[in-house]
């Protein structure tokens, strides 16, 4: 697996999407009698690869950019399946005209998405950018456009896997482009959790790379200590016996099991995974373990007693999910006795080792109907948290009670670097709450096996002082956070998938003095876990994010600046609280502020460039 899971699973989604929006079909002239309300970009576009990354600079996106040699392609698609770019990741161009009759409204372009970034120009201007794969976006090119013909020119960068615009792309009347971020289940309510599951704070350990022994016992040894941290749920990456057919690295990946009722004899037996539960419940604390059930390793007993459980090719060969992933080979959910094997299973972690619930891998590859079902079968024995490795809103209606938000985590480098405006949050949360069934709880995190692993470290790739800010925010903006064993001293090594790579952990606990305080916070109180989100408006909102987090019982005013230098900081209160005086406790160091009754904006003085203040409200 030499790239990301995240980046793999937005393949298999791509070419779904592909061959979903395929059977669209508008001729050219379809497309320019139509008003100009409503025009579909799909079928016909030009297409250059960029690998050198030159064309920026060489000024393709200008309409006097010579675009003879650029291929014609179909859009939506994925461009892995574009003749010889089975492989290509990084920049590729696309570039199509269009005419308007009139332009006599404000118009913006609608992508259903782009994978992963992106840059686009209309008639040589830049409107807008994207970050992130699979989100929709539009972007305003009323400024741009004009009567006759129009150029539009996309600049997809592709971090791995399929790389394209894999959706449909439409010119709509701005006023339409609410309604179309709309998603199909925005008008759904979210599966009611337990309160464990809504309170909870997420621990991630890697038990190979989480202590020298790389065992259970060790893991266990630690479990106060984690209490103490504020951890109320572990989450252990896959324990099951790892596949020798095939495996990758000297150790094998994790995700390639070979045995789905036993535990990885390097982390120890059976009883030592059974004393290693009990511990973690006597400190009132839950268990969840990742289900790999995508697919397995070559070697598990499936793939001979029940062949015809896996994917096949034309020859009738079992195959993998993708050509990375050349470890492991790809299950077929079309068989019930397939079901109906790993449901059992399922329960048995459950009912007899009495696990707390699952992490589902790629759990976009598995049909969502079979969550929905052993959701139910699980739920019967006693109530588990199920997470979702996916960012799919229906999950949420029945299945999972939590999804990755790969939205936040991809907005971190922009913000943190500046090529992104705080008030870009304001643009993610939108459209998250305009997709996703009410009540919906995304999983937030710095970083994570995947991110660690293939991207870079957490406290790498943001510094010290963005990684501090980012904690804050994953702590406090609605969600559950997710901390990655190692985090809480910085670690600033790749835990290597396939090796054993340990954690350093004689170095300073900073991130976990102040992961401690968040954790706290959101323990004590109900404004982080039951209470709404309102944005405060500050006198610097390209660089200060602050907002008011706030339930029946408590306030929490938190203000964050992404700019690397010193913000004065006034904060216009609402309404609500700027009739009475207001008592502010900064929940790191106890000083206190009182904003006197009347007082529409009050001053927090200066805040340092990448700090954060955190206040309640008494």
Same mark, same amino acid.
């Given at each position: 697996?030499?790239?990301?899971?995240?980046? +793999?699973?937005?393949?298999?989604?791509?070419?779904?999407?592909?061959?979903?929006?395929?059977?669209?079909?508008?001729?050219?002239?379809?497309?320019?009698?139509?008003?100009?309300?409503? /025009?579909?970009? %799909?079928?016909?576009?030009?297409?250059?690869?960029?690998?050198?990354?030159?064309?920026?600079?060489?000024?393709?996106?200008?309409?006097?950019?010579?675009?003879?040699?650029?291929?014609?392609?179909?859009?939506? =698609?994925?461009?892995?399946?574009?003749?010889?770019?089975?492989?290509? %990741?990084?920049?590729?161009?696309?570039?199509? +005209?269009?005419?308007?009759?009139?332009?006599?409204?404000?118009?913006?372009?609608?992508? =259903?998405?782009?994978?992963?970034?992106?840059?686009?120009?209309?008639?040589?201007?830049?409107?807008?950018?994207?970050?992130?794969? #699979?989100? !929709?976006?539009?972007?305003?090119?009323?400024?741009?456009?004009?009567?006759?013909? $129009?150029?539009?020119?996309?600049?997809?960068?592709?971090?791995?896997?399929?790389?394209?615009?894999?959706?449909?792309?439409?010119?709509?009347?701005?006023?339409?482009?609410?309604?179309?971020?709309?998603?199909?289940?925005?008008?759904?309510?979210?599966?009611?959790?337990?309160?464990? /599951?809504?309170?909870?704070?997420?621990?991630?350990?890697?038990?190979?790379?989480?202590?020298?022994?790389?065992?259970?016992?060790?893991?266990?040894?630690?479990? &106060?200590?984690?209490?103490?941290?504020?951890?109320?749920?572990?989450?252990?990456?896959?324990?099951?016996?790892?596949?020798?057919?095939?495996?990758?690295?000297?150790?094998?990946? &994790?995700?390639?099991?070979?045995?789905?009722?036993?535990?990885? &004899?390097?982390?120890?037996?059976?009883?030592?995974?059974?004393?290693?539960?009990?511990?973690?419940?006597?400190?009132?604390?839950?268990?969840?373990?990742?289900?790999?059930?995508?697919?397995?390793?070559?070697?598990?007993?499936?793939?001979?007693?029940?062949?015809?459980?896996?994917?096949?090719?034309?020859?009738?060969?079992?195959?993998?999910?993708?050509?990375?992933? #050349?470890?492991?080979?790809?299950?077929?959910?079309?068989?019930?006795?397939?079901?109906?094997?790993? #449901?059992?299973?399922?329960?048995?972690?459950?009912?007899?080792?009495?696990?707390?619930?699952?992490?589902?891998?790629?759990?976009?590859?598995?049909?969502?109907?079979?969550?929905?079902?052993?959701?139910?079968?699980?739920?019967?024995?006693?109530?588990?948290?199920?997470?979702?490795?996916? #960012?799919?809103?229906?999950?949420?209606?029945?299945?999972?009670?939590?999804?990755?938000?790969?939205?936040?985590?991809?907005?971190?480098?922009?913000?943190?670097?500046?090529?992104?405006?705080?008030?870009?949050?304001?643009?993610?949360?939108?459209?998250?709450?305009?997709?996703?069934?009410?009540?919906?709880?995304?999983?937030?995190?710095?970083? $994570?096996?995947?991110?660690?692993?293939?991207?870079?470290?957490?406290?790498?790739?943001?510094?010290?002082?963005?990684?501090?800010?980012?904690?804050?925010?994953?702590?406090?903006? !609605?969600?559950?956070?997710?901390?990655?064993?190692?985090?809480?001293?910085? $670690? %600033?090594?790749?835990?290597?998938?396939?090796?054993?790579?340990?954690?350093?952990?004689?170095? &300073?606990?900073?991130? =976990?003095?102040?992961?401690?305080?968040?954790?706290?916070?959101?323990?004590?109180?109900?404004?982080?876990?039951?209470?709404?989100?309102?944005?405060?408006?500050?006198?610097?909102?390209?660089?200060?994010?602050?907002?008011?987090?706030?339930?029946?019982?408590?306030?929490?005013?938190?203000?964050?600046?992404?700019?690397?230098?010193?913000?004065?900081? $006034?904060?216009?209160?609402?309404?609500?609280?700027?009739?009475?005086?207001?008592?502010?406790?900064?929940?790191?160091?106890?000083?206190?502020?009182?904003?006197?009754?009347?007082?529409?904006?009050?001053?927090?003085?200066?805040?340092?460039?990448?700090?954060?203040?955190?206040?309640?409200?008494?």
């Amino acid at each position: 697996m030499v790239l990301g899971r995240h980046f +793999q699973r937005a393949t298999r989604n791509s070419l779904g999407l592909c061959l979903l929006f395929s059977t669209v079909a508008l001729s050219n002239q379809t497309e320019q009698e139509n008003t100009p309300v409503q /025009v579909v970009f %799909d079928q016909k576009w030009l297409f250059k690869i960029d690998p050198e990354q030159i064309g920026t600079n060489e000024k393709w996106f200008s309409p006097d950019s010579d675009r003879t040699g650029w291929d014609s392609v179909r859009v939506p =698609g994925s461009w892995e399946v574009y003749a010889g770019m089975e492989r290509y %990741d990084g920049h590729g161009w696309f570039a199509k +005209q269009f005419h308007l009759n009139s332009v006599d409204t404000r118009l913006s372009i609608h992508f =259903g998405g782009v994978d992963d970034d992106a840059i686009i120009w209309v008639n040589g201007i830049e409107v807008g950018t994207h970050d992130g794969y #699979s989100e !929709p976006f539009a972007v305003d090119v009323s400024k741009a456009v004009h009567s006759g013909e $129009n150029l539009l020119i996309v600049r997809v960068v592709d971090h791995g896997g399929g790389g394209g615009i894999y959706s449909s792309v439409t010119l709509v009347d701005s006023d339409l482009v609410p309604n179309l971020l709309k998603g199909a289940f925005h008008d759904k309510k979210a599966r009611e959790s337990a309160d464990w /599951v809504r309170d909870a704070v997420i621990y991630e350990v890697y038990v190979r790379s989480f202590s020298k022994d790389g065992t259970f016992r060790a893991l266990e040894q630690r479990i &106060p200590e984690l209490k103490e941290l504020g951890v109320t749920v572990l989450w252990l990456m896959p324990i099951h016996p790892v596949g020798l057919v095939g495996r990758k690295g000297s150790l094998g990946s &994790p995700y390639a099991v070979r045995d789905y009722h036993d535990v990885n &004899p390097e982390f120890g037996t059976m009883d030592d995974f059974r004393s290693l539960v009990n511990a973690i419940h006597a400190q009132g604390m839950k268990l969840i373990i990742d289900l790999v059930i995508n697919h397995t390793a070559w070697d598990n007993q499936l793939i001979t007693e029940h062949p015809d459980w896996y994917t096949k090719d034309s020859a009738g060969n079992i195959i993998p999910p993708n050509s990375d992933w #050349s470890d492991v080979a790809d299950l077929d959910y079309s068989n019930q006795g397939l079901r109906e094997w790993m #449901s059992d299973m399922m329960e048995f972690w459950v009912r007899d080792v009495h696990i707390d619930g699952y992490r589902c891998d790629v759990a976009e590859l598995v049909p969502t109907d079979f969550w929905e079902d052993i959701r139910k079968r699980l739920e019967g024995i006693k109530p588990v948290m199920m997470l979702s490795e996916g #960012s799919l809103p229906e999950h949420h209606v029945s299945a999972f009670d939590l999804t990755y938000s790969w939205n936040i985590y991809d907005a971190l480098g922009p913000l943190l670097s500046g090529a992104k405006p705080a008030s870009f949050l304001d643009m993610i949360l939108q459209s998250e709450s305009l997709r996703f069934p009410q009540g919906s709880q995304r999983l937030r995190f710095n970083t $994570n096996h995947d991110k660690n692993a293939w991207d870079a470290p957490a406290v790498t790739k943001f510094g010290l002082d963005g990684l501090k800010l980012a904690t804050v925010l994953v702590n406090t903006i !609605p969600g559950i956070p997710l901390i990655y064993a190692g985090e809480e001293v910085g $670690n %600033d090594k790749r835990l290597d998938l396939f090796e054993k790579v340990e954690v350093d952990w004689s170095k &300073p606990r900073t991130i =976990g003095a102040l992961s401690h305080t968040l954790f706290s916070l959101r323990r004590d109180g109900t404004a982080l876990t039951r209470g709404t989100m309102t944005r405060l408006e500050t006198q610097a909102d390209s660089d200060l994010y602050a907002f008011l987090r706030s339930s029946d019982k408590e306030s929490i005013i938190v203000v964050l600046n992404f700019s690397r230098e010193k913000r004065e900081c $006034n904060l216009r209160f609402p309404e609500a609280l700027a009739g009475k005086a207001v008592r502010l406790v900064d929940v790191f160091n106890e000083k206190v502020q009182t904003i006197p009754a009347g007082t529409p904006t009050a001053s927090f003085g200066m805040i340092e460039g990448l700090g954060f203040r955190v206040f309640r409200i008494q």
